[in-house]
């Protein structure tokens, strides 16, 4: 199963774009990418999933290469609220049930 | 459908007591999943389920837990003889899955428990 690296801590200003890459190098082929954001107490909420090229909703875009190797959310003009631990996740269609999440990124939204 | 549902919020239970706490998934999602976060970490899966069929079960999901999904609906998870270090949140999710395809979890916001 994909195993995902993330840059422990991001720190942006208010109104910047932030762009956090998530490496997974043992992706599978039927393998998604999605990402999650989590609040204190609060579960954590989906954001995104891709397979490959870019994805965009009205939250994010995820940016993923042509080797799949790795990933970029990207957040544009982030305001305090979006100050969250974000998770990158792979798998296919039996899921994440092996996965834990790891710790993820914790980006703080200075103002 | 106001997405998952997880009772309660809070539990405070004293060492050695049972607790149950109760999930209600997305109704039209087919896989219902159990997740124990403690602080600083992410999710650590404990057991997933197929409409009423239990399919994975994790190692740390010792004998003193038991999970069930009656009917492929609710779900609930107990756990017996509370140790101290069962204190943390118990995180529920629901995810539609279809055409090759997990089309992402939805997470309920989780019930704190605190073994004293």
């Known amino acids: 199963l994909a195993k995902t690296t993330q840059p422990i801590s991001m720190d942006s200003y208010e109104g910047q774009e932030v762009n956090i890459t998530c490496s997974h190098n043992?992706?599978?082929?039927?393998?998604?990418i999605t990402w999650y954001q989590q609040f204190p107490s609060q579960g954590p909420r989906f954001i995104i999933q891709?397979?490959?090229t870019k994805v965009t909703n009205e939250v994010a875009s995820l940016f993923i290469p042509a080797d799949r190797k790795s990933s970029t959310l990207s957040l544009p003009r982030v305001s305090l609220s979006d100050t969250a631990v974000y998770y990158c996740?792979?798998?296919?269609?039996?899921?994440?049930?092996?996965?834990?999440f790891g710790i993820g990124t914790k980006l703080q939204v200075i103002p | 459908d106001t997405g998952v549902s997880q009772d309660p919020r809070h539990k405070i239970t004293k060492r050695g007591q049972n607790v149950t706490f109760r999930c209600d998934p997305i109704?039209?999602?087919?896989?219902l999943y159990w997740y124990r976060q403690t602080l600083g970490q992410g999710p650590e899966f404990l057991t997933y389920?197929?409409?009423?069929?239990?399919?994975?079960k994790s190692r740390l999901l010792s004998d003193r837990f038991s999970a069930e999904r009656p009917k492929g609906s609710f779900s609930t998870l107990e756990i017996q003889r509370t140790e101290q270090g069962d204190s943390a949140m118990y995180l529920c999710?629901?995810?539609?899955?279809?055409?090759?395809?997990?089309?992402?979890?939805?997470f309920g916001s989780g019930t704190r428990l605190t073994v004293v």
């Open positions: 999710a629901s995810s539609l899955t279809g055409e090759g395809r997990n089309y992402g979890y939805t």
């Open positions: 043992n992706i599978a082929t039927n393998d998604y």
């Open positions: 891709g397979y490959k």
């Open positions: 996740l792979v798998g296919g269609s039996g899921g994440y049930q092996k996965v834990t």
């Open positions: 109704s039209e999602h087919n896989r």
């Open positions: 389920f197929q409409n009423e069929a239990q399919l994975e």
